[in-house]
């Protein structure tokens, strides 16, 4: 941890010595001189937004800094934040060989300036182009992050949203299934946006693999009344809407059937089966029932194709390996895992 007053105390010394040396990206010609003028520009708009803090962080000024300085607070947090690394940092940006807390230091007033990452747990372009509602220049995104964007769940990187789209389906909606009794199958992955719980139910076998930004809406707005717009949701602003009719109609349950794989940024609507086996495209919008083993793309999503022919479909339909116990499913999984598909069908008798 390095020590906010002596790093901002440092700075006029830092002014006078140049002892910063060019870096390997956009100033890798600049002279130890220009360094120091650097030093002394705005890093970021001015204007400052009082927030509370955190149990880790119980005061810090604001998200920008002010006439290129950042107070105290802000460098105190940033330290203590644990997401500067100074090896990290040296061998990216740096060509000069500084101490460790010279590498803050030259991040705290000029790193900043110029949109550079702390180290590898914070990407500062990622998470600027990740979150749209961060304007950029205006806020300084490693402290809205320290101070909002860990605890409202947005990503650091790339790899944690990666990471986190691993997480099984029954433990991430662990909630919604208490609550509405939705139902999500053992060993199935991803977390999907549930919108409309309230309307129907949603079922999700098990081994799914469903991508990042999937959303099954369970209800739609209703479209046979004067308008669309949801009155009733909204009664403390017109209460004489109040206790009339819901404003969301579902076409039934969604039924999500076992190995089932749905791509990033799919949208599954209100009454749909998917039916075991079956491939949702990236970006597609389902709106019909899709069979077993089929792939469908597209908005709305059409049938492409099959992942098998007719008759292995019927095979894999009756032996039905996703209900084996975990014992089996790990002796047979060698054979699952090669493209001989018939051998493993011969195996299970169904040949």
Not at 88 to 114: A, R, T, V
Not at 323 to 351: K, S, V, Y
Request: net charge positive; proline share 5%; glycine share 10%.
């Amino acid at each position: 941890m390095f020590n906010a007053i002596e790093v901002l105390a440092r700075r006029m010394k830092s002014i006078a010595s140049n002892r910063w040396g060019p870096c390997r990206s956009c100033s890798r010609s600049a002279s130890r001189g220009r360094l120091g003028e650097m030093r002394r520009t705005p890093i970021l708009h001015r204007g400052v937004v009082p927030i509370s803090g955190s149990a880790e962080m119980t005061k810090i000024s604001g998200l920008k800094v002010i006439n290129g300085k950042l107070d105290e607070s802000q460098v105190d947090a940033i330290s203590r934040s644990g997401l500067f690394n100074s090896v990290w940092y040296k061998e990216k940006y740096l060509s000069s060989d500084l101490s460790s807390s010279e590498c803050f230091e030259h991040f705290i007033f000029f790193g900043i300036q110029n949109n550079y990452s702390p180290g590898p747990e914070f990407d500062v372009k990622y998470y600027l182009s990740s979150n749209p509602d961060l304007k950029k220049g205006e806020l300084c995104p490693l402290l809205h992050y320290i101070a909002f964007g860990k605890s409202e769940g947005r990503f650091a990187n790339e790899g944690e949203e990666w990471r986190d789209g691993l997480v099984l389906t029954k433990d991430a909606l662990e909630n919604l299934a208490d609550r509405y009794g939705h139902e999500f199958g053992d060993h199935s992955y991803g977390k999907p946006r549930i919108i409309g719980s309230q309307f129907a139910k949603l079922s999700i076998g098990k081994f799914c693999s469903i991508g990042q930004d999937v959303d099954i809406v369970l209800a739609n707005h209703r479209m046979n009344l004067v308008s669309t717009y949801p009155f009733n949701m909204f009664s403390a602003r017109w209460p004489t809407a109040s206790g009339s009719r819901p404003d969301h109609v579902a076409r039934g349950n969604v039924v999500i059937g076992n190995d089932v794989w749905i791509g990033a940024k799919a949208v599954i609507l209100t009454g749909v089966q998917i039916a075991d086996g079956a491939v949702v495209g990236a970006a597609s919008v389902v709106r019909t029932d899709v069979p077993p083993y089929a792939i469908v793309a597209g908005a709305p999503a059409k049938i492409v194709g099959f992942r098998f022919p007719a008759e292995i479909v019927e095979q894999l339909l009756r032996i039905r390996w996703w209900d084996w116990p975990d014992r089996r499913l790990a002796d047979m999984l060698p054979l699952m895992l090669q493209d001989n598909i018939q051998t493993f069908i011969n195996l299970c008798g169904e040949g």
